[in-house]
């Protein structure tokens, strides 16, 4: 009796041992995006950039200039680095963080009721976030750089995420969502994981969370009350 308790036992253990193995393989595989995927978050983002310089001039969307400049700058330097510590197609994620505010800075330009009125704080924001980016530059350590960089974007966004907290109607959130959408694709395919290719990709989609939030929080928070 106390064999065939032994036999039965095993042979449990065995099934439970071999599925498990299978489903982590099974996991792994679905885990496992090919690396053309990240043209699909491209195009996302893209569309949604459009869309967002359209409510510039027909739905009161009114981009922070500070805000978006910087968003300009530190991603395309961001690129650089994350393409020198050996990264791939998921820095395209990135480039297009710079990419599309760069539109959306052209355009607002060219209308001058578009853009959100600048105040102190923003100036402070900005110069502050700029020290940042100039660290970046001169430090030669790939990671500690790319931590400047995202300070530097991250203290770019604070006139944004404050605007978008008080005057929600002010911001589109499209060009958010893709922004998450873009590097969450990129993570997924990322086949190097190091601090200096996996790191910006994880703060943009912090960030554009963040600002989603404090464009639909008065929403969320009415429904719930």
Not at 26 to 41: A, R, T
Not at 64 to 79: C, D, E, M, R
């Amino acid at each position: 009796m106390e064999l065939v308790r032994l036999k039965i036992f095993f042979t449990t253990t065995n099934v439970v041992v071999f599925l498990f193995t299978y489903f982590n393989i099974f996991c792994y595989d679905l885990l496992m995006f090919p690396e053309k995927i990240i043209f699909v978050g491209v195009l996302i983002n893209f569309v949604c950039t459009i869309w967002y310089i359209r409510g510039i001039f027909y739905s009161g969307t009114k981009p922070n200039l500070v805000s978006w400049f910087i968003w300009t700058l530190a991603p395309f330097i961001g690129v650089f680095l994350q393409l020198k510590a050996g990264a791939g197609l998921s820095t395209l994620s990135v480039f297009m963080a710079g990419f599309g505010p760069l539109l959306v800075l052209l355009f607002s330009i060219f209308n001058r009721n578009a853009y959100w009125k600048i105040t102190r704080f923003d100036v402070i924001c900005g110069l502050i976030s700029l020290l940042a980016l100039v660290l970046y530059i001169f430090t030669h350590k790939l990671g500690i750089s790319i931590l400047f960089a995202i300070a530097s974007d991250g203290l770019a966004a604070i006139p944004t995420i404050k605007k978008s907290w008080n005057f929600p109607e002010t911001e589109t959130s499209a060009i958010y969502f893709s922004g998450l959408i873009s590097n969450i694709l990129s993570l997924l395919i990322i086949k190097n994981w190091i601090f200096s290719i996996y790191s910006f990709n994880v703060y943009l989609i912090i960030i554009n969370i963040i600002i989603i939030f404090t464009i639909y929080r008065k929403r969320i928070f009415k429904k719930v009350i």
